[in-house]
Structure formats: structure tokens, C-alpha cells
């Protein structure tokens, strides 16, 4: 990741806890997440959710730190598509979009090599997270689906070795992650705007004055008229 005097690591959401790695300082230790804060993938405790972690980094004196969230492939469902093939048609989102079993989920398009790929995920999962290590003193960096990570892929436990490689190489994914619009904004395709050489401002004043210059010849007209 960038230079930064915040220590660097790597936290890995799954789908039953919650694992920390931070290389430099060879740590690396897991939170068990209880099915009555997350059941199926959905939150159904974002306050009990945020003070069992809360507590877990204060027992473990973890923080502040740069995080890089990392998503595993089981918290999210993902489809390959063809590059393009998602732009130019709004169904194929919208049909992925609605075969997912989640109340609200949040679909993003990433790039890899060879094509592209739709991944959905319930954002309030790791929303709590975010907003439970900001209150920390966290910086979280991003947060990025592990089937766009060669190293990750389908795995369910990282070493501290692929931690280490995946934080050295993270600025090449920083653009397309799920907390990063800039790639989003990049993509958004707008009209072309028609302008005039004349400002917006004095085309308002030459109407008034039309409008004006119109009113005074019509009263001298009425006042002019034989009677």
C-alpha cells in the first residue's frame, strides 16, 4: 500500500469471523462472528455486531492502523461476463442483481484478466466493520472481494506470507474497490452538453431587457392611441 505511518494489515471478512494479519508485527489472529449477530450472510445485530469487535481490538490492542479489508468468496456470489457485456446491457445487472438471496444487495462490476466480473455482497456486513475501525483510529484503505485476488480466490484462511504479497501490491487495486467511486465515476458515460458563446448570465439579461424594452413600447402605444 502507499507510505503511511499507520502499521499495515490486512483484515479477512468470512463468513464466520473475522481475521486479522498485520506481517511486520507476524500477527495474525481470528474473531469468531456468533450466528445471532450474522445469520445467512445478513446482519440481524449491527450494535452487538460493532461491540463485539470493539472489544475484540481492545483485548488484542489492535489499532490504529491502514487496513485493506478483504472479502472472502464465500460472503459474496459472483458471475463471469464477458468484457463490455455489462455496460452496454442494464439486464444482465439487473437479472444477477435479482437472483441473489440477500435483502439489499450491493453489485459492483471488477475487472480481471480476460474478463469481467459481477460481484454482489451485503454491504452492511462490512460496513459495521469500517465503521467500528474508523472509530478506532483505523484508516481503511479498501475493501475488495477476494475472487479479483489471484492469491485469495475461493480460499477460506490466508498466511501471513500471502497477507504480506497482497498489502506490497494493493495499488492496483485500489481503483476498483467497494468503498473507491472512482472507477465508477470514470465509467459514467454523460450527453454532450450544447453551449453558446454568450454566458448563461447575460442571455437572463437580454431576455429582461426584451422583456423591458417591450412593456415601455406598449404603454406608449396606449398612450399615444387617438381616443
Known amino acids: 500500500m502507499a507510505a503511511s505511518k499507520l502499521p499495515e494489515i490486512l483484515i479477512f471478512l468470512t463468513r464466520g469471523g473475522i481475521s486479522f494479519f498485520e506481517p511486520k508485527a ?10 445471532t449477530m450474522v445469520k445467512d450472510l445478513e446482519v440481524v445485530d449491527a450494535s452487538g ?16 492502523a491502514l487496513a485493506l479489508i478483504v ?4 460472503i459474496s456470489f459472483t458471475k463471469d461476463v464477458e468484457p463490455g457485456e455489462e455496460s452496454r446491457s442494464g439486464v444482465l445487472v439487473q437479472d444477477f442483481t435479482d437472483s441473489v438471496p440477500l435483502e439489499s444487495p450491493e453489485v459492483r462490476v471488477f475487472k480481471t484478466q480476460g474478463f469481467d466480473k459481477l460481484v454482489a455482497v451485503n454491504s452492511r456486513y462490512y460496513q459495521v ?3 467500528t475501525l474508523t472509530a478506532k483510529g483505523f484508516s481503511v484503505a479498501g475493501v475488495v472481494p477476494g475472487s479479483i485476488i489471484p492469491e485469495v480466490a475461493a480460499a477460506t484462511t490466508l498466511s501471513l506470507d500471502i497477507t504480506k504479497k497482497i498489502l506490497e501490491g494493493f495499488d492496483k487495486y485500489r481503483f476498483q474497490n467497494f468503498i473507491d467511486i472512482s472507477e465508477v465515476n470514470s465509467q459514467v458515460q454523460t450527453a454532450p452538453v450544447i453551449t453558446t458563446n454568450a454566458p448563461k448570465g447575460s442571455r437572463i439579461y437580454v431576455l429582461v431587457g426584451i422583456f423591458i424594452l417591450g412593456a415601455i413600447i406598449l ?9
Open 26 to 35: 507476524n500477527l495474525s489472529v481470528t474473531l469468531t462472528i456468533p450466528e
Open 49 to 64: 455486531l460493532s461491540a463485539w469487535i470493539a472489544g475484540f481490538l481492545d483485548k488484542e490492542k489492535l489499532g490504529p
Open 71 to 74: 472479502l472472502a468468496e464465500a
Open 129 to 131: 466493520l469500517v465503521e
Open 219 to 227: 404603454v406608449l402605444l396606449l398612450t399615444l392611441r387617438p381616443r
